[in-house]
């Protein structure tokens, strides 16, 4: 775990980069091209559409953002950080937003009568923007049973993105690749039991790890590398991150090229995706549209993209109106405002804090 804070433009750009490719591909996922370009002109997606809302990507992102700031608070007060039980709680929370009433969603991690915390008051996250359900199966099932999936005990055979586009607040968290991957990969198992289904999450945990200390992706890319050779059945993931690098070096992208990546509807295409878009070209608004015109997971490839080029270069560098438009721009800045808080050299002791981020 990190006692310093990260370059806050950095990390706001990072989810407000997802937040944006999120919104970006939301009304065209899993479309054909033709159907894209029959909407949206010859050059296909080019700007956020009117109504710029997000969905179960950029929602279960915030919850993970959540989770990483209890977690913190937790440490902090007992020593202790639990962090994959306090992201499993965070997530239960999600699960309750999507309409699964609060008995049948807590589990074990929570006796109280109503969730707690300061997220969950958002009514704008009570809504449903198409919620995976390999995700919110395998959150009913912990809800009912209280027994956490790992690798070990798997929730299901899935390698869906789900695990991964949602797991980039915990590169702020991280202290070093190592952990990145690791917290990550856990996080992932909690809905995701085939292990390119996590093992994509750990990887993309890294790479925006590093970004967010100034890195760049192929520096990203070495070590993540490091990493998920220590696992098993690791393979498939390192092939689609090498297909990737390939065809970026190639320059000139297209749909053609993100396709032959794959669809993006499972961890280690969405992942190969998001890099090569972010790679192809060093402006990420440019590296925002190439991720998310393709026939397949454009949202989460797009937000997946948007969490690397935001870590990348700051949310400066994104283009305004898309910033100011993008549904949860405050809610996110208020989270990276307190982030700075709880990291900062006199972290808050009031009641309030811990009413607003319970250490659970």
């Known amino acids: 775990m990190k006692d310093d804070t990260v370059d806050t433009g950095r990390l706001r750009g990072c989810l407000i980069g997802g937040a944006i490719g999120d919104a970006l591909g939301a009304n065209t996922e899993n479309l054909p091209m033709e159907v894209v370009y029959e909407r949206h002109g010859p050059d296909g997606i080019t700007d956020l559409p009117e109504d710029p809302a997000v969905t179960d990507d950029m929602q279960m992102t915030l919850f993970t953002f959540e989770a990483v700031i209890r977690a913190h608070v937790r440490r902090r007060i007992t020593g202790n950080a639990g962090f994959t039980e306090v992201v499993q709680h965070a997530y239960q929370r999600w699960l309750h937003t999507q ?8 589990g074990p991690l929570s006796t109280l009568d109503e969730p707690d915390g300061w997220l969950i008051g958002h009514g704008d996250l009570f809504r449903m923007r198409a919620p995976g359900l390999t995700v919110t199966s395998a959150l009913q099932q912990y809800g009912r049973t209280g027994v956490m999936a790992t690798s070990e005990n798997p929730a299901n055979d899935s390698k869906g993105c789900g695990g991964a586009m949602r797991v980039a607040p915990i590169a702020c968290y991280a202290e070093d690749a190592l952990e990145a991957f690791s917290l990550a990969k856990c996080a992932a198992e909690l809905t995701h039991g085939h292990p390119s289904g996590y093992l994509s999450a750990g990887f993309f945990a890294v790479l925006v790890h590093e970004a967010l200390q100034g890195n760049g992706l192929l520096e990203g890319v070495d070590s993540a590398m490091k990493e998920i050779v220590r696992y098993e ?5 390192v092939a689609a991150v090498e297909h990737a690098i390939e065809l970026a070096a190639l320059g000139e992208p297209s749909v053609a090229r993100v396709e032959e990546l794959g669809r993006g509807g499972v961890g280690e295409t969405a992942l190969a995706i ?7 070209t060093d402006d990420p608004n440019e590296a925002l549209l190439i991720s998310v015109n393709h026939g397949g997971d454009n949202d989460s490839t797009a937000s997946m993209c948007g969490n690397l080029v935001g870590a990348l270069h700051g949310v400066d560098k994104i283009r305004p109106d898309w910033v100011e438009r993008v549904q949860f ?28 981020y319970p250490p659970s």
């Open 99 to 106: 309409k699964t009433p609060w008995e049948k969603a807590r």
């Open 233 to 237: 059945h690791h393979e498939e993931v």
């Open 274 to 280: 998001a890099l090569y878009s972010a790679l192809v």
């Open 329 to 356: 721009r405050e809610v996110v800045d208020e989270m990276v405002a307190d982030w700075a808080k709880e990291t900062g050299s006199n972290p808050p002791m009031a009641q309030e804090w811990f009413t607003r």
